[in-house]
């Protein structure tokens, strides 16, 4: 055995580290290598000596570890009122809205998320990006975090920012969207559910039937955001009213979700309402490109 070799196991040789064959052939090689005897005695004074080197780990080491790597949060004013927003290394986690103390921010965190966070400055790329959203302007592009979450709920969530600022899609649609066309129900207990909301726009989705529905964070709110982006929430109640799902033109015969930028091109001579895809079909118009409204169930 060379001794290049030989010094790469003086170590576990000297820590009785190494199996049988390996200790045997290393006691056989030292006995008549005299640089090797002299080595494995330097490799035992440094052995000796390491504990001494042996410190203790600073008091707030965990604390500084965690403040880095863990669940952090702060709290983020916007127009809508105080917003909690937590994070990690991996981008914003949530985003908690109509809470004034902390301690009811965190109790929310550990029953979504099923974790604890230390409370921290948030990034000044995250707090604009909650401002932002919140004024409803288009918001900087930041990292969010939902990896946790069931695979469904994160389908349905981050199929959110395919809705345009400025338009809003029906449950049935975002269903499709995330992969699961039948399980309109579900996706709303997701969008009830979701942790990101402002930066994840569930505000954008109503009712298959029209309107402007309900929120977790209150109708009101949700009127404010979505007015905020351009929408027009009083035209959509009306719609609902009157029962149609759909606008139609006369000159494309394409038709279109009430909101769809092309719907609002339409000039209103040739504006045409249409109460479901069934009536849209038999008049002659196929859907739009762009907002897709043809799967959504009848």
């Given at each position: 055995m060379r001794c290049e070799t030989m010094i790469e196991?003086?170590?576990?040789?000297?820590?009785?580290?190494?199996?049988?064959?390996?200790?045997?052939?290393?006691?056989?090689?030292?006995?008549?290598?005299?640089?090797?005897?002299?080595?494995?005695?330097?490799?035992?004074?440094?052995?000796?000596?390491?504990?001494?080197?042996?410190?203790?780990?600073?008091?707030?080491?965990?604390?500084?570890?965690?403040?880095?790597?863990?669940?952090?949060?702060?709290?983020?004013?916007?127009?809508?009122?105080?917003?909690?927003?937590?994070?990690?290394?991996?981008?914003?986690?949530?985003?908690?809205?109509?809470?004034?103390?902390?301690?009811?921010?965190?109790?929310?965190?550990?029953?979504?998320?099923?974790?604890?966070?230390?409370?921290?400055?948030?990034?000044?790329?995250?707090?604009?990006?909650?401002?932002?959203?919140?004024?409803?302007?288009?918001?900087?592009?930041?990292?969010?975090?939902?990896?946790?979450?069931?695979?469904?709920?994160?389908?349905?969530?981050?199929?959110?920012?395919?809705?345009?600022?400025?338009?809003?899609?029906?449950?049935a649609w975002l269903a499709r969207e995330a992969g699961r066309p039948k399980a309109v129900r579900a996706t709303g207990n997701a969008l009830a559910r979701n942790p990101v909301p402002l930066l994840l726009p569930c505000h954008r989705v109503v009712p298959t039937s029209g309107g402007v529905g309900n929120y977790a964070f209150g109708s009101t709110m949700k009127r404010g955001l979505l007015e905020r982006e351009g929408v027009p929430t009083d035209e959509l109640d009306t719609l609902a009213r009157q029962g149609v799902r759909y606008i139609g033109c006369t000159s494309t015969h394409i038709y279109c979700l009430p909101t769809c930028h092309d719907a609002r091109r339409v000039q209103p001579a040739n504006r045409v309402p249409l109460a479901n895809d069934g009536a849209a079909a038999a008049a002659g118009y196929r859907p739009c490109k762009h907002c897709k409204p043809a799967l959504i169930a009848g």
């Open positions: 196991q003086l170590d576990e040789f000297r820590a009785g580290e190494l199996g049988r064959p390996e200790h045997d052939a290393v006691a056989a090689h030292i006995a008549d290598c005299p640089d090797c005897v002299a080595a494995l005695a330097q490799i035992e004074r440094v052995a000796a000596l390491a504990p001494q080197l042996r410190i203790d780990a600073p008091a707030d080491l965990v604390a500084n570890v965690l403040a880095h790597v863990g669940d952090q949060y702060g709290s983020v004013e916007t127009v809508v009122g105080p917003a909690w927003v937590a994070f990690n290394r991996r981008g914003i986690t949530m985003v908690y809205l109509g809470a004034d103390d902390a301690t009811t921010f965190t109790s929310a965190y550990a029953r979504r998320l099923g974790r604890q966070a230390r409370q921290n400055e948030v990034p000044a790329r995250y707090v604009q990006a909650v401002q932002q959203a919140a004024q409803g302007k288009v918001p900087a592009r930041v990292p969010i975090d939902i990896s946790g979450l069931p695979p469904f709920e994160q389908a349905v969530l981050l199929s959110l920012p395919r809705i345009p600022r400025g338009e809003v899609r029906p449950y």
